[in-house]
């Protein structure tokens, strides 16, 4: 178990934080020499995408949520007002 | 009730919200009314240009030189802009993947990944989403997940990421689409 995290690890570090010059080039070399590494780097960079694609839609929920506040609270009402007068609504 | 770390972020994420709806989107829903756009529209490429901001800030605050009223307004002009010249209303801010056909075949995606983790490992999206999107430091999440240490935090984000790394394996998933 500890080797596969020190491997997630370093595979995060390498695509991620960067490696110092000399140490990047030995990983890429190993990542030519094994399948198996290279998959994985692959693989977890698809995972860090899937995170950030999950963060976002989070946000946009709680981006949409912050709208409806505004747009139906009677706490809100005079800012709401000013808005829908601008699109000549109410 | 005690209010853990990840209720209190996203109570400042709720404050900062409310915060820039009242000082920026008036001023973005002005922009957009008189270039024909709807109130909807308006509310797109404002919770856009918002996002782009929350990340970028996140992951660089230097890279933003103007005031966040000064930057939202400058993407929410340049989405509506191009949505505006393009005659389309849906087309993303390049790069940033807010297109709307785009984010359809991404939440398909996306569902049946989320089915996966609800069943597998919400607690682990939970903790990999504080800390690789939201940047919350390892140590503020020890208490939210009950880690002894930020030395098994660190140890569980590493665990939580192989096992997301295997189920996007195993299920065969493309994900290119969700990398930036």
Known sequence: ?90 | METTVLQNAALEREELFIGLYKKVFPAVARYVARRGGTFDDAKDVFQDAVAVYYELVLTNADAVQTSPQGYIMGVAKHLWSKRFNDGLRNVPLDGNGFDEAEEEEKNLLFDKLTTLMATAGVKCMQLLKAFYYDKLPVKSLMGEFAYHSEHSATVQKYKCLDKLRTEVKQRALHYEDFID
């Open chain 1, 1 to 90: 178990m500890r080797t596969l995290l020190t491997e997630v690890q370093q595979i995060e570090q390498h695509l991620l934080q960067g490696h110092e010059p000399g140490d990047a080039l030995v990983f890429e070399a190993k990542m030519i020499l094994d399948y198996e590494l290279r998959e994985k780097a692959s693989l977890q960079k698809q995972a860090y995408g899937f995170i950030s694609f999950y963060g976002r839609r989070q946000l946009k929920q709680e981006l949409e949520a912050v709208h409806r506040q505004l747009f139906t609270s009677p706490k809100h009402s005079s800012f709401r007002e000013r808005i829908w007068k601008l699109f000549g609504t109410k």
